[in-house]
């Protein structure tokens, strides 16, 4: 079955970057577009950026745009998120989503991997 595997979680200090990645495993990778999220506690789940399945467009939240980079690499099969200046309310469990739309739409989620940004 298809599987999500986010990585590259972590403690970052304020105003420090990561780079999560997510890889996905038995998907047809390039028909979908991917899209990362993030929940922090005792919020609802948020989109922060979406790229669409040839890479050519994306879209961010205005709270990280110029902050945060999504790419792809459909050869491998993975969605980056590359996260500078982050902020300590940017500490959240961070999703990749992956979603088909042709005659029905086709959606599957990661298992979340945990950034916390803190002194």
């Known amino acids: 079955q298809v599987q999500l595997v986010e990585s590259g979680g972590g403690l970052v200090q304020p105003g420090g970057s990561l780079r999560l990645s997510c890889t996905a495993s038995?998907?047809?990778?390039?028909?979908?577009?991917m899209s990362w999220y993030r929940q922090a506690p005792g919020k609802e789940r948020e989109l922060v950026a979406i790229?669409?399945?040839?890479?050519?467009?994306?879209n961010y939240a205005d709270s990280v745009k110029g902050r945060f980079t999504i790419s792809r690499d459909n050869a491998k099969n993975t969605v980056y998120l590359q996260m500078n200046s982050l902020k300590p309310e940017e500490t959240a469990v961070y999703y990749c989503?992956?979603?088909?739309?042709?005659?029905?739409?086709?959606?599957?989620w990661g298992q979340g991997t945990q950034v916390t940004v803190s002194s």
């Open positions: 989503k992956a979603q088909r739309v042709l005659m029905q739409v086709v959606t599957y």
């Open positions: 038995r998907l047809f990778f390039s028909s979908y577009a």
């Open positions: 790229i669409t399945s040839a890479g050519g467009s994306t």
